[in-house]
């Protein structure tokens, strides 16, 4: 089994596959002036089992493409939303981020939690604008350094890791710069990480490790999380995922 596929099995039994929750959606939604709105068309991308595709779904009147090139995530998402009748709002589509099919200026807003970094947040904005109607909306969650300063150790860990972390006036100047007017940021509170993510992604270490008999790759996955996750106990003071509603403008 590849890296890609062991992730998969490690997360697509979790709820969410990054730091988040229920509320955090739901505000955003509200920082976004969507609720009370007709027929919205909406992208959920890299939308991994659906945490967030599924809010979107129970509070708007909306279809909501959901995206992601993991087609299990999918599948557990069409599950979800079939369990809940919230199936004819959400059609799932297995593609890349960085190649959507969609019309230019066709969608009201693209929603992304904890997965733009995938293509780089300047690259991932900039690609994106074009399917935005004018004055649509785009929410995304990225990693944000919290504090002006903070130890070494940190800034070598996450500069490692992902490289474009960084401050959230420096993420706003980004979004000004590539065709956005900013509408609201607001930090994730600390529970997203550690009860709704790393919780239950402890709980499942010592399965994933017997299920696939210790092997190397495994138990590499399994240092890498518990590296990560003790980083953020460590340093929560100063990194978190920040999230960003910002409209399309074309001024
Ligand atoms: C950290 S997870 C976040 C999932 C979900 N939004 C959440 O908050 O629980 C990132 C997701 O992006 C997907 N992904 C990563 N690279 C991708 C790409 N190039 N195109 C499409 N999906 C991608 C992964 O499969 C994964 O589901």
Redesign the pocket.
Known sequence: MDDLALM?DL?GD?E?????DDAVTRRAIALAGLPGRKNLSIA?????????TMVLARTLDAEIAA????PE?LETLEDNAHRENLGQKIATHP????ALPFDDQSLDAIW????I???GFENGVRYWRRFLKPDGILAV?ELTWLTATRPDALTEYWERHYPEVDTASAKIAILEASGYSPLGYFPLPSYCWLANFYRPIEGRLGAFLERHDNSDAAQAIVAEHREEIAFYKRYSDYFSYGFYIARRSDG
């Open positions: 998969v997360h979790g969410r596959q990054s730091p988040g959920d991308i890299g939308c991994g089992t659906g945490a967030s995206i992601d090139f993991v995530f593609l890349a981020m960085d992304s939690e904890g997965a970094y995938n293509i969650s």
